[in-house]
């Protein structure tokens, strides 16, 4: 299926999703004073909003997300370079220099790390003074850094058992060449597609750290949803993420192909 | 490694299953006179700010936690066996649809689906139906990973020579299945579920550092830690000084560092 119908089916699918639930959620056209008998007097009545308005912002929802859009970007690309840098760095390493004691301390770092919930970590960054965009990265970064490193270590250390990387080996390539031309190459494939899974996480991730962290992004307005059981916001948060994780998958496949 | 992590999950179990028997009321009990205390020998782990015994609290959310979160996670293997023998056995359309629904769950960014669902929950349920809501959320948003996995495994094993050979002799689909298939998958099937029990058991602490998983007075891990963030602001001297706020951690790392370590390497996330 081409991209252009991928998208078209998910916003289709996303639309009829957020119809749907706004019909059948408990409290349809009633606010929470109607639901409270306390508080339940005659000027509390209040129009129905339209699908596309936020029910706990009373704003539009496209104006709510171009204002938390960018510290989410932010926050998610740095997390996902840091990410990516230290563990392919660290997976090339131990596929140039292997060593079974370095290789078990990172594991048991690896292990460790995955652990430890996200919003965990989130804490314990707050704990030693980090905040903001940054402290969201970092948290990222430790948070995925050590799943992208053990599949990457394992695709590397596939690609180099390749016949083609012994034989250029044997025709004299030196290690940096070897990784350059070789390796990387012949591993593109499945790092592309682990960079599109990372993606994934990275986004589902962002919404207990900007929690926590008190970043203003898009995980915030989605946990801010959440518990004022705003569900047009959340739905239409759900399907722009979606779009976002199905063109990364898109582009991993097409660069693959 | 594997056995020691096995007996260490078995004592945490123990611990967990001998909570109703240490503490009756499932650490809900409020002792007004001991609001806030740090620990001592009448309460191990001290009390919280309603004056509920931590110790008894840490127990009862064991108990929940690790019985709930490998409930969710057989919930998502045998959906996901289901399905993924569905679209295995099956070629034409039905095969195509289960696939797509797979890629499609696999794409979805399912913490925000979790959120959603866990937001379609009227606000004012009772905690007992929060406690099932939330975990059954879990295991059926868990299927599409072991789904992938047993297609891929019912395909691997309907290309086996000897399945091949019990067919060409006509055998009945359901004796293959329930004699060959089966078995051949059941290793698959336990790693999945060995692989999941702790991303749930993470999910939850998560769901309960947002204030959104097991609500109150129920206790679990997730919803203990969130007592943290009180200490997290104040900086480290303020967290070493109230250590024993990171007990449901220490039990968490354990549980899920056991999970980790009995799961087959290729299946650990």
């Known amino acids: ?59 539009p929802i496209h104006q709510l997300v171009a204002q938390r859009a960018m510290p989410t970007a932010l926050a998610v690309t740095g997390g996902l370079a840091l990410a990516w840098l230290i563990s392919l760095a660290s997976a090339l390493a131990s596929t140039r220099w292997p060593s079974r004691t370095l290789e078990n301390g990172a594991f048991a770092g690896a ?14 960054l707050l704990v030693f003074g980090f905040r903001g965009a940054l402290a969201v990265a970092l948290a990222l970064a430790l948070a995925l850094g050590p799943r992208v490193w053990q599949v990457s270590r394992a695709i590397l250390a596939h690609a180099a058992a390749s016949p083609c990387l012994l034989l250029a080996r044997a025709q004299g390539f030196g290690p940096w060449r070897l990784i350059a031309r070789r390796l990387l190459p012949l591993a593109a494939p499945e790092l592309r597609a682990l960079g599109a899974v990372s993606v994934t996480l990275a986004i589902s991730l962002a919404i207990p750290l900007e929690t926590i962290l008190d970043v203003p992004g898009l995980g915030q307005l989605a946990w801010q949803a959440a518990l004022s059981r705003d569900l047009p916001l959340l739905v239409q948060l759900m399907t722009l993420v979606t779009l976002v994780v199905v063109v990364a998958g898109e582009l991993a496949r097409s660069k693959s192909a | 490694m594997k056995v020691a992590a096995a007996v260490l999950l078995l004592l945490l179990s123990l611990a967990a299953l001998s909570a109703s028997w240490i503490a009756p009321d499932g650490g809900q009990m409020q002792f007004r006179d001991h609001i806030n205390e740090p620990p001592s020998s009448q309460f191990p782990l001290g009390t919280d700010p309603l004056g509920r015994d931590r110790f008894a609290r840490l127990l009862s959310g064991a108990r929940i936690s690790l019985l709930l979160a490998p409930a969710a996670a057989l919930l998502a293997v045998l959906l996901g066996a289901v399905i993924g023998i569905a679209a295995g056995l099956r070629s034409g359309w039905l095969a195509h649809l289960l696939s797509a629904a797979c890629d499609l769950t696999l794409a979805l960014p399912w913490f925000f689906l979790l959120l959603t669902l866990r937001a379609l929950i009227p606000i004012d349920v009772a905690p007992p139906v929060s406690l099932l809501v939330t975990f059954a959320l879990l295991g059926l948003l868990g299927w599409a990973g072991p789904a992938r996995v047993v297609q891929a495994g019912v395909h691997l094993t309907l290309r086996a020579p000897h399945i091949l050979a019990l067919r060409a002799r006509g055998a009945a689909p359901l004796r293959v299945l329930t004699r060959h298939l089966l078995p051949e998958l059941a290793p698959l099937l336990a790693g999945q579920f060995l692989a999941l029990a702790p991303v749930f058991l993470l999910a939850e602490a998560n769901l309960g550092l947002l204030g959104l998983g097991v609500s109150e ?20 001297a303020a967290l070493l000084h109230s250590w024993w706020l990171l007990a449901p951690l220490a039990g968490l790392l354990l549980s899920t560092g056991s999970l980790f370590i009995l799961a087959p390497r290729e299946v650990t996330p």
């Not at chain 1, 081409?2 to 957020?18: D, K, N, P, Y």
């Not at chain 1, 292990?111 to 314990?124: E, R």
Request: proline residues 8%; hydrophobic residues 50%.
């Open chain 1, 1 to 59: 299926m081409s991209l252009v119908w991928r998208l078209l089916a998910t916003l289709a699918a996303g639309a009829i999703l957020t119809a749907l639930l706004v019909r059948t959620a408990p409290g349809y056209g009633s606010n929470e004073r109607d639901l409270d008998i306390r508080r339940n007097g005659p000027a509390s009545s209040q129009p129905s909003l339209p699908w596309w308005y936020s029910r706990e912002f009373h704003a």
């Open chain 1, 111 to 124: 292990m460790l790390l995955q652990c430890l919930p996200a919003g965990l970590l989130a804490l314990l």
């Open chain 2, 217 to 236: 007075p129920m206790a679990s891990w997730g919803n203990l830690l969130k007592e943290l963030e009180s200490v997290a602001v104040a900086g480290p």
